[in-house]
């Protein structure tokens, strides 16, 4: 079995040292990068299985990285920052990281989270797959597949890219749609879940399927108890 690539994109060599020794450790593959534009070519060249990226670059913010990652490539994204307010944290996952690692760490955290992560994306496919290796899944005039993380509507010629922690959350939902999903059931599988991670998720994913992400009709919040997919999801073999 090939083994999961994941660039590492870090100002601070000793910093990607460590990383990238803990990773091959535990079976990973990796590429270091120092520099926003290093890590741009490389992508440009070679799309990885994962990125994960500190914010402060010499060349470049890494949060421009970070959205050109989830709206672009469509890729795992672990931000590590010494940036540790809760509004670093919202915005990072507003922009579509899939976690969120304050320096110090410790490497083998952040190895946890990479593990949490890849089994998130392995659970999508196998989730799509339960029944009659049904492979997408259509609703509300969407179609999602979840091979690809991308959402295409049938009518108007609009496609997305989810993020990984996107498409697990709104596999759970089409999984039990019509059913009312808590947050300890929507968190399930995240080595370290932050408060407000769901609340800013599934934000994102309205803006992407909702004609109007401030009164949704799909994705509706039920107050004091969690989220309900209101639509009825058929799954479509390949």
């Known amino acids: 079995m090939q083994k999961k690539l994941i660039y590492i994109i870090d100002d ?15 079976g990973y593959d990796t590429r270091s990068f120092q520099t926003g534009a290093q890590a741009t070519h490389a992508l440009n060249r070679r799309k990885p299985d994962l990125c994960i990226i500190d ?14 990652l989830c709206d672009s490539l469509g890729l795992g994204v672990i ?7 809760t509004s670093d944290r919202v915005l990072g996952l507003e922009f579509g990281a899939d976690d969120y690692l304050i320096k110090p760490f410790d490497p083998r955290e952040l190895v946890a989270r990479v ?18 290796k049904a492979r997408k899944a259509a609703f509300a005039g969407w179609l999602f597949d979840p091979s690809t993380l991308t959402l295409n509507h049938q009518e108007r010629s609009k496609s997305e890219i989810l993020s990984a ?6 596999t759970l939902l089409l999984r039990s749609a019509r059913q009312i999903l808590s947050r300890d059931q929507l968190l399930q599988g995240y080595a370290d879940p932050f408060d407000r991670s769901i609340d800013v998720r599934m934000s994102r994913i309205r803006k992407k399927i909702e004609q ?17 997919l209101t639509a009825e999801v058929d799954w479509i073999n390949d």
Do not use: W
């Open 12 to 26: 601070e060599a000793d910093i990607c040292d460590l990383i990238s020794t803990e990773l091959h450790r535990h």
């Open 55 to 68: 914010l402060g670059l010499p060349d470049m913010d890494g949060i421009a990285i970070v959205r050109q």
């Open 79 to 85: 931000i590590i920052s010494g940036r540790d307010s």
């Open 115 to 132: 593990n949490s992560l890849f089994r998130r994306l392995e659970h999508i496919e196998t989730a799509a797959t339960r029944s009659d």
């Open 165 to 170: 922690a996107e498409a697990a959350l709104l």
């Open 212 to 228: 109007d992400p401030r009164h949704p009709t799909i994705i509706k919040t039920v107050y004091g108890a969690g989220y309900i």
